[in-house]
């Protein structure tokens, strides 16, 4: 049996995902006392227009979550409760188990209807939510007709009827005993439980308050297994909490991720721990396993999964301990020669963050290189830009280098919108450049740390925000189930929501942790640490090293995935079918964080670097983001280092990405050959 651990030792957190507004809790970030009056002083818009929303009445927006397509758009759509897929209908729900299919390019499992059920509702709501699972209330005029739940890691639909009513399944139940059966769509087989009613044929006769649970039955099951999985299956699931702890120190420390399933009727329930996982997560084993895209997936009875992560921890500079001092001289000439080529900054929130980042990165170069001149140059400005950036009233007197807040959907935007910004699209992206930046120049400077945290605290609430406030959703794209965020904000896709840079979303939380350490913030530092751990180790068992060893990925011909879905895997971006792209996508920006994670025991070694790198460079060497390939090709050892060091010296100056230098790349290079 699966039971939560408690959260003692270390430095534990409550992570519990309540949106409902209940009084904060210990160690939560960000609560309401702190956040209202920062969101106060800044202007009030919406810089995109509002989408359409079914949302209960005091619900903040869950932009960026696994079931936004649930909330946003004319239409709901479907989404991804792993290991199933869930479908809205004009007049109840849909479920089914995706089958995935192999194509060179790309591993995908759509959605299905394998099992519907009718209610007889005319419209749906989403009445509550966590980050792992979410309730919609299914609508008849306005007269609630019951509930449905679904969940990240239970295989699990679970309606629950407010009237007594009489609801019709798509295919007759066979073999009925006790309100249980199974019925069977193809080659699928589902169980049908039901509680407070009653089974005939496709009928499904509930009384007010009574339940009916459908969960698909994995093949190969014997007659005893689907019993037990009927067993377990029969509580319909009610939420799930999230809690995080840390424990261990230097190379042995972990990151524990603890979700917590709860049920109407308390105890047992059906539980689907996801690859990254690992053993930790698959105690209580049935022997069943449902094949899915992220690969077998095992089935287990119990209360919770707790799985851990390595500890990852943000680093502000690069290890120049090793150069030489003939490297360090021809180190300091690229830096001077990379502050004089320094361009105006652009005015919207990723390129301009990228530019403040690029600069911070030179920064400390500079100082560790006793380049006084350029590190007073690159500080002054850098002090100057982000004052610009973090003047709450900002926007009031220019239309550039400003936020705002939308109090629609409830977030920081910033007036030049990019990338979809303005819908909530990349906002961890674009503002961990700021977060790293700030927390590189504010690290010995509480003046300054002080005098920017009224907005530089507002751009990590919208990220990492607490769930005890009304201003910002829990952590907006953090997802604790898969480790990772999701970077859609109202994802309007048929495969579910989607995250494309894993290295940013790397960067995002070291961003976080950083400025968390440069603002004295010791409840957002452990946050941060959970969700930077939890990144890196999941960008490294999705992205950039991923096990595609399964037979369901045969045909599949690439060394990683560079677009994760709900549904699908990609050998693709959104901007770019180049190779050097598809790969540079997974490194950007290369921080100095990156180096622990791409190095460590689960990234395949230089092997796996190799693969990369190798398929990478059918771009040659100056195709877009190649700067950053060459730079990841150096930490296979010194001889790949040294021949990456010379490749960069011949790179067009067009072949360094905008976010980058070429100094901060040679240090890079230098760095890892001298490892």
């Not at 039955?217 to 299956?233: E, H, I, Y």
């Not at 109202?490 to 929501?497: E, I, K, L, Q």
Request: charged share 15%; aromatic share 8%; hydrophobic share 40%.
């Amino acid at each position: 049996m699966l039971v939560l651990a408690g959260c003692t030792g270390g430095s534990a957190t409550d992570g519990d995902s309540d949106t409902t507004g209940r009084p904060d809790a210990a160690g939560d970030v960000f609560p309401a006392s702190q956040v209202d009056p920062l969101v106060a002083a800044l202007p009030q818009e919406s810089v995109g227009a509002a989408p359409t929303m079914r949302l209960a009445d005091g619900l903040v927006p869950p932009t960026n979550t696994w079931f936004s397509g649930l909330v946003f758009g004319d239409e709901p759509m479907p989404v991804f409760p792993f290991p199933i897929s869930f479908q809205l209908t004009a007049d109840g729900l849909a479920a089914g188990l995706p089958a995935p299919v192999a194509s060179e390019k790309a591993v995908v499992a759509p959605a299905r209807s394998d099992v519907t059920l009718d209610v007889g509702a005319t419209a749906t709501e989403v009445s509550s939510y966590d980050k792992v699972s979410v309730t919609v209330a299914h609508l008849d005029g306005g007269t609630v007709l019951g509930h449905t739940t679904v969940a990240e890691g239970s295989p699990l639909v679970s309606y629950t009827a407010a009237t007594a009513q009489t609801d019709t399944l798509g295919a007759a139940v066979e073999a009925v005993s006790d309100g249980r059966g199974t019925l069977s769509v193809g080659s699928t087989t589902w169980g049908v439980a039901v509680t407070g009613g009653s089974l005939d044929g496709t009928a499904v006769r509930l009384d007010q308050g009574g339940s009916v649970v459908l969960v698909p039955v994995p093949d190969g099951a014997t007659d005893d297994q689907v019993r037990t999985v009927l067993d377990a299956a029969a509580s319909p699931l009610a939420s799930v909490t999230t809690a995080h702890r840390a424990s261990g120190s230097g190379s042995t420390a972990v990151s524990t991720t603890e979700l917590g399933y709860e049920t109407a009727a308390g105890g047992d329930t059906l539980l689907v721990s996801a690859p990254h996982m690992g053993d930790s997560a698959t105690d209580g084993g049935t022997g069943l396993s449902y094949t899915t895209v992220y690969g077998s997936a095992p089935l287990s009875i119990g209360t919770a999964l707790s799985f851990d992560a390595p500890v990852t921890a943000a680093s502000a500079d690069l290890d120049l301990s090793g150069l030489s001092d003939d490297e360090k001289d021809r180190l300091g000439d690229q830096v001077v020669a990379d502050v004089a080529a320094t361009e105006a900054p652009a005015a919207d929130t990723y390129f301009g963050g990228k530019a403040l980042y690029r600069s911070a990165m030179l920064l400390q170069l500079a100082e560790q290189l006793g380049d006084d001149a350029s590190a007073d140059t690159l500080r002054t400005s850098l002090v100057d830009r982000l004052d610009t950036w973090t003047d709450p009233s900002g926007c009031e007197v220019r239309d550039q280098e400003c936020f705002v807040y939308d109090p629609a959907v409830k977030g920081v935007v910033g007036k030049v919108a990019s990338f979809g910004s303005d819908e909530f699209n990349d906002h961890h992206f674009h503002y961990g450049y700021f977060l790293y930046a700030a927390g590189v120049v504010a690290a010995d400077d509480p003046e300054l740390a002080e005098r920017w945290r009224p907005v530089m605290d507002l751009l990590a609430a919208d990220i990492a925000s607490g769930a005890h406030n009304q201003a910002f959703p829990d952590q907006r794209a953090f997802d604790p189930y898969w480790s990772h965020s999701w970077a859609s904000g109202y994802s309007p896709f048929a495969d579910g929501n989607n995250q494309e840079s894993s290295s940013e979303a790397v960067n995002a939380y070291a961003g976080l942790s950083l400025w968390a350490k440069a603002s004295g913030d010791d409840a957002l530092a452990d946050q941060a640490s959970w969700m930077l751990s939890s990144e890196a180790s999941s960008a490294l068992a999705y992205m950039l090293s991923p096990d595609l060893s399964a037979p369901q990925f045969a045909g599949y011909d690439h060394e990683i995935v560079s677009l994760t879905w709900g549904g699908k895997r990609d050998y693709g971006t959104w901007f770019s079918a180049e190779p050097s792209a598809i790969a540079g996508i997974q490194l950007i920006p290369l921080d100095p964080t990156s180096v622990s994670y791409l190095t460590s025991s689960a990234a395949g070694g230089a092997e796996q670097i190799a693969r990369v790198v190798d398929e990478a460079g059918a771009s040659g060497p100056d195709g877009p983001l190649g700067d950053y390939v060459l730079m990841y090709s150096a930490l296979q050892g010194p001889d790949q280092a040294a021949a990456a060091l010379t490749a960069l010296a011949d790179l067009p100056e067009s072949g360094i990405g905008d976010g980058n230098s070429r100094a901060y790349a040679m240090a890079y290079v230098l760095s890892a050959g001298s490892r």
